[in-house]
């Protein structure tokens, strides 16, 4: 059965359903649509993962307790994720320098947002050049695990809002931000009046589409599949919950799944098989690892940096030819560069087998 999503006003709902005669047609999902175990089809607007060109194998990857920074100001905190980095390219083939050369399909893990990132996130990608309506917006969370949003609400004049919400997955695997509170100008409860003239926050609220939120009647749906920046993500978000001032995504089972042979770092990039451009090199039987030169904390690495890590660091051959990268965090690149200095003169003494002091 496919699902079909709201996004104007429920009197809009009505006029576009007596225009037609019918219900809301649904969007039929793309022919190149990876199979699920769900026997649903994928919502309106949802992307599924491209397949692999043909004969090109794609390059499984593994990551641990990475904090990877897709811009400067959006990071996203990886404790454990298994999934493909699919080439989007005519030749199939990821190119590491090219953040639109490839995409990241998540089969297992689990990701963390903290509201850092999730309001830069908002404001500038999803909300911002005036794609919405929404001014000022500032996310929190509570003692109760929920999303506290505040912001103006631009309506000829500028209307303070204040909102709480409940987060969980949705069957398609997004986002669903159930609001419990409204609360508008002086703080006042605003939702029994809402109530009272059946208005919804989807009469209210303009989105514009295409970046990954759809207002729902009172409600949020998120797609960080659309929302996030490149390198884009493709996988189902199966549980999602508050931890802290962070939210928290399980994609899949969650489960932790090495590859094989397993990594050599507790924090690691690791991609095997098919074939890897980075540089001016191609990997073929792609066997690359990316080392946490101080695993002491979080692999800190930047999806547009990663060239100034791998000079700041020093590589490894394998027997079996493959390559282990040994690279400083990115908040370790810098002015001296001293901690990075610090960071890999304690790898190496841990490689003679001496002390870290």
Do not use: C
Not at 122 to 134: C, D, E, P
Not at 218 to 237: A, S, T
């Amino acid at each position: 059965m496919g699902l079909a999503y709201r996004t104007g006003s429920a009197n809009q709902r009505a006029a576009r359903q007596s225009a037609d005669g019918g219900p809301i047609p649904t969007v039929a999902p793309s022919p190149d649509a990876l199979p699920t175990a769900a026997p649903e089809e994928p919502a309106p607007n949802r992307l599924p993962p491209p397949l692999p060109k043909p004969g090109q194998q794609p390059v499984e990857v593994d990551m641990q307790n990475v904090d990877l920074h897709v811009t400067p100001s959006i990071t996203l905190r990886i404790r454990h994720l298994r999934g493909r980095f699919v080439g989007t390219r005519p030749d199939g083939i990821p190119f590491l320098d090219d953040k639109e050369s490839y995409i990241v399909a998540i089969d297992t893990g689990e990701i963390a947002m903290g509201m850092a990132s999730l309001n830069a996130l908002m404001t500038g990608h999803v909300l911002g050049g005036k794609r919405s309506n929404i001014d000022d917006l500032r996310i929190t969370t509570d003692d109760e695990g929920r999303l506290v949003q505040k912001g103006d609400l631009d309506k000829n004049i500028d209307i303070p809002f204040k909102t709480r919400g409940e987060i969980k997955a949705t069957p398609d695997g997004r986002i669903r931000v159930r609001t419990t509170s409204v609360r508008g100008p002086l703080g006042l409860p605003i939702r029994p009046l809402m109530k009272l003239f059946s208005i919804e926050m989807d009469d209210l609220v303009r989105v514009e589409p295409g970046h990954g939120v759809v207002v729902d009647e009172n409600d949020l749906i998120l797609d960080p599949q659309q929302m996030l920046p490149p390198p884009h993500i493709r996988g189902k978000i199966t549980r999602v919950r508050v931890e802290g001032d962070s939210i928290v995504q399980t994609f899949g089972s969650g489960a932790r799944v090495a590859l094989t042979p397993p990594p050599i770092s507790k924090n690691h990039i690791y991609w095997r098989r098919g074939e890897l451009m980075f540089g001016k090199l191609l990997m073929a039987n792609t066997d690359l690892e990316l080392v946490d030169m101080d695993p002491d904390d979080p692999f800190d690495f930047s999806v547009d940096r990663w060239n100034d890590q791998l000079v700041a660091g020093y590589a490894k051959n394998t027997p079996e030819r493959g390559l282990k990268s040994h690279m400083p965090d990115y908040n370790d690149l810098g002015p001296g560069g001293e901690r990075a200095r610090t960071a890999r003169i304690r790898q190496a003494r841990r490689l003679r087998g001496g002390t870290s002091d």
